[in-house]
């Protein structure tokens, strides 16, 4: 069963507009020359290095260390999922502060920017989406909508709408400060120093292994899982809800990245807390969100009612289900 519910209407555009194409991307020869931000490339290189070698180790370390490598991704993943998106930039629900301060600390082990840089970007990607003010513009390719857009300066567009945008939920919200306060810290402790010592100190795993499998192994696949849902479900998939738009519905990414990449639907419904038509269906994220509700810690959770989705997916659907 699932929780009750606020409802949310779905935001109506003027019939016969087409959304996302008021501001369209400079083409190429206009964008200002990318600016390209070495320290990221070199760190970025190298994670993704250490995490084929990690591969090698797999078979040499603990069956418990797979375990416990699995539920820190599922852990990590969740601080951004239900925490960063769904709770801090879109609002699609409320959390009491032990459940806000326990997204913080998972949200810290998946090393994403903190929380507020996060939100962010991510509200500016909505409002701009495929534009240059998006941060991660799909636009400019596969390459610079998963990962590129880390490795350069943002484009000056990016800042300049983004300061017209109202972001003092984020500012006031105290534990959101606490984990920008104390960032450098946490994410030493919560991605790195409690995913390796761990299985060292329960199962006696080396704390080579673990360092190489739970922290670095673990992290670059979620990263890659978070970046997905910018790269190949802005550019692949289904489109049931609104097909004038780029993000569509991809299934791989809603398994890699524990319930999110149904992204034409949540393109079209922003403000839904499942992020998706069908509530638990593949969607870890939103059993989390609804065990929380269980325990008095999540409320208000906005769900788009059926009618509106039904309505919408004859009115601007691809026909596909
Ligand atoms: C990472 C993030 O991987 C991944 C995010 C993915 C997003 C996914 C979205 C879709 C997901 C939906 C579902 C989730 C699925 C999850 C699945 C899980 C399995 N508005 O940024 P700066 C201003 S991080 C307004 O430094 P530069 C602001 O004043 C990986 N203003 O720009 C700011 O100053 P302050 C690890 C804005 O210098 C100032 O500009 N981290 C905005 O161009 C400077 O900002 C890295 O790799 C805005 N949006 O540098 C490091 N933005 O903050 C990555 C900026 O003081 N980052 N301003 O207020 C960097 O090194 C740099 O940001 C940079 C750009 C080099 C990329
Ligand atoms: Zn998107
Ligand atoms: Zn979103």
């Given at each position: 069963r699932m929780a009750p519910r606020n409802v949310v209407e779905e935001p109506v555009p003027a019939q016969g507009s087409v959304p996302q194409e008021v501001e369209d991307s400079e083409p190429e020869f206009k964008r200002?020359?990318?600016?390209?931000?070495?320290?990221?490339?070199?760190?970025?290189?190298?994670?993704?290095?250490a995490s084929l070698y990690a591969l090698t180790l797999i078979p040499?370390?603990?069956?418990?260390?797979?375990?416990?490598?699995?539920?820190?991704?599922?852990?990590?993943?969740?601080?951004?999922?239900?925490?960063?998106?769904?709770?801090?930039?879109?609002?699609?629900?409320?959390?009491?502060?032990?459940?806000?301060f326990l997204l913080a600390l998972m949200n810290s082990a998946a090393l994403q920017n903190d929380i507020?840089?996060?939100?962010?970007?991510?509200r500016v990607h909505h409002k701009y989406s495929e534009t240059d003010a998006d941060p991660h513009n799909a636009k400019r390719g596969?390459?610079?909508?998963?990962?590129?857009?880390?490795?350069?300066?943002?484009?000056?567009?990016?800042?300049?709408?983004?300061?017209?945008?109202?972001?003092?939920d984020l500012y006031a919200d105290k534990i959101i400060m606490f984990q920008r306060r104390f960032y450098r810290p946490l994410i030493?402790?919560?991605?790195?120093?409690?995913?390796?010592?761990?299985?060292?100190?329960?199962?006696?795993?080396?704390?080579?292994?673990?360092y190489f499998l739970?922290?670095?192994?673990?992290?670059?696949?979620?990263?890659?899982?978070?970046?997905?849902?910018?790269?190949?479900?802005?550019?692949?998939?289904r489109k049931p809800y609104d097909k004038r738009i780029n993000p569509a519905e991809n299934i791989s990414v809603v398994l890699s990245a524990v319930g999110e990449g149904f992204h034409n639907f949540h393109h079209t419904f922003p403000s839904d807390y499942a992020t998706s038509e069908y509530g638990w269906h593949l969607n870890i994220t939103t059993v989390f969100i609804n065990c929380m509700y269980y325990l008095g810690q999540a409320y208000d959770m906005k769900k788009t009612p059926d009618r509106?989705?039904?309505?919408?997916?004859?009115?601007?659907g691809d026909g596909s289900s």
């Open positions: 200002p020359p990318q600016r390209i931000v070495w320290r990221n490339v070199v760190l970025m290189s190298s994670l993704h290095l040499r370390s603990h069956p418990l260390t797979w375990l416990w490598t699995m539920f820190y991704y599922i852990f990590s993943a969740l601080g951004i999922t239900a925490g960063a998106h769904r709770l801090w930039a879109h609002k699609s629900y409320k959390a009491r502060a032990p459940l806000r507020l840089d996060w939100s962010r970007d991510h596969f390459f610079f909508a998963h990962v590129g857009w880390l490795l350069v300066k943002k484009h000056p567009d990016v800042m300049e709408k983004g300061k017209g945008l109202d972001f003092s030493l402790l919560m991605c790195f120093v409690v995913p390796t010592v761990v299985p060292w100190y329960f199962w006696g795993e080396s704390l080579w292994n673990a739970s922290a670095l192994l673990r992290y670059c696949l979620l990263l890659n899982a978070t970046w997905s849902v910018n790269s190949f479900a802005h550019l692949w998939g509106v989705v039904q309505m919408r997916k004859q009115r601007t």
